[in-house]
């Protein structure tokens, strides 16, 4: 053999094992890399989702307490918004929240989590309220406000409104996330009947505190933007949260944590925002703003 020859033998097998090397190092990357890269372009895509949805949420309570300051709402504008808020809930409870919930767990655990969460925001209720709650045509009534004349419920009318809603927007902002870990579009919807039950909220908290203090504006304003930005807070870190810790739990722990946030919901509706819309209704407006928001739900939850 050549010394030519014997060279060019050398590099041919240096060229083919170069080539073979260069195959299985893409094989490798296409085994290993490039799948753990497609993860990371989830994660940060699924992350994005719920910053998105958490934070319209979240920003929908400062824009019910800016709305107030800017202009006073009427009774009848607030009752259509407490109503169509109500509707929007109890329909996101009934179409997405209550059927997902048994469609990852049995029946019994998907009750079990709605008694639970129902039963958590009750004890709240009688923690800030000391115990005794009473309607205002109930025979009760005057009892209660006795014991109030000697105990106070914790805080002012604002302060047990605010608070108790921003812990309550923990509950809420839970769902969101373990929605959105879920299936991203049910988590759009949970948070867009949030963000809707927010704005009504942050309404609410900006008119009481008006009504509490109407001679410095600017305390108003600081009241009114400090609670409601702590309402939003509390829902969008709540949700990331819970999207972050709760993502790779067992179906069927998902299903009692969903049915539980479910059952949250629900209370504060039937408790809270249907009472208060009645209360400055005209011509039956809550009732009939209910229906519209139970409504677009309905629909709403059929096209996603």
């Not at 655990?109 to 009750?122: D, K, L």
């Not at 809603?165 to 969101?176: D, F």
């Amino acid at each position: 053999m050549t010394c030519r020859s014997a060279i060019g033998l050398h590099a041919g097998e240096a060229l083919s094992a170069y080539v073979w090397n260069r195959i299985e190092l893409h094989s490798l990357n296409q085994a290993f890399i490039w799948p753990n890269r497609q993860a990371s372009l989830s994660e940060y895509s699924s992350l994005l989702t719920i910053l998105l949805i958490a934070g319209g949420a979240a920003i929908a309570s400062v824009a019910g307490g800016a709305l107030s300051l800017w202009r006073q709402s009427t009774t009848l504008f607030m009752s259509i918004a407490l109503g169509f808020a109500s509707g929007v809930l109890l329909a996101t409870i009934s179409f997405e929240m209550l059927p997902k919930a048994l469609q990852l767990g049995s029946v019994a655990r998907a009750v079990g989590g709605f008694v639970a969460g129902i039963a958590f925001v009750y004890l709240l209720d009688l923690y800030i309220h000391r115990g005794r709650i009473a309607g205002d045509k109930s025979e009760q009534r005057e009892r209660v406000r006795s014991f109030y004349r000697l105990r106070k419920p914790r805080g002012s009318e604002t302060t047990v409104l605010a608070a108790g809603t921003s812990i309550e927007e923990v509950i809420e902002g839970i769902s969101i996330g373990v929605g959105t870990a879920i299936e991203p579009a049910v988590g759009l919807l949970i948070g867009l009947a949030i963000a809707i039950d927010n704005f009504s909220e942050g309404l609410s908290i900006g008119e009481l505190i008006r009504g509490e203090s109407r001679s410095n504006q600017i305390r108003t304003r600081c009241r009114v933007l400090g609670w409601t930005s702590l309402v939003g807070a509390s829902v969008l870190f709540s949700a990331i949260l819970g999207w972050f810790l709760l993502r790779g739990l067992e179906d069927p722990m998902l299903s009692l944590l969903f049915a539980a946030g479910a059952g949250g919901m629900f209370y504060l509706t039937i408790t809270d925002l249907l009472p208060e819309s009645e209360q400055r209704h005209y011509q039956q407006s809550g009732a009939l703003a209910a229906t519209v928001g139970f409504i677009v739900i309905l629909v709403l939850s059929q096209l996603t």
